[in-house]
């Protein structure tokens, strides 16, 4: 699986911006997509996921009520709504994509994409 993350750009504190994520093959609804963030000096940590079928999500707390993950299977793309954008939120986002034990952890997912950076000015 090859993963295409894109929507990434700079906005001001307060916008919104939507995140997508292309991936090759005919298995992408089998797997569990997730998004991850890393920030400059920080490690890697864990923003949403959903499981194959899209029927459940998971959300970071940083990020409830801001963002949200859906998937469309047709078209082999996850998305990340974030609204209401802060700086904190500044990092380079990945997707993954994988069969996780916990679908908060990096480890657990086999896929990644290079990453797209979102950078939120005060």
């Known amino acids: 699986v090859q993963l295409q993350a894109s929507g990434g750009g700079l906005v001001q504190a307060g916008g919104s911006l939507r995140l997508s994520c292309a991936a090759s093959g005919r298995t992408f609804s089998t797997y569990v997509m997730g998004w991850f963030r890393q920030a400059p000096g920080k490690e890697r940590e864990f923003v949403a996921s959903?499981?194959?079928?899209?029927?459940?999500?998971y959300s970071a707390d940083s990020g409830k009520g801001r963002f949200t993950i859906a998937r469309d299977n047709a078209k082999n793309t996850v998305y990340l709504q974030m609204n209401r954008l802060a700086p904190d939120d500044t990092a380079v986002y990945y997707c993954a994509a994988g069969w996780p034990p916990r679908m908060e952890v990096a480890g657990g997912y086999d896929y990644w994409g290079r990453g797209t950076l979102v950078t939120v000015s005060s």
């Open positions: 959903i499981t194959g079928s899209g029927g459940e999500t």
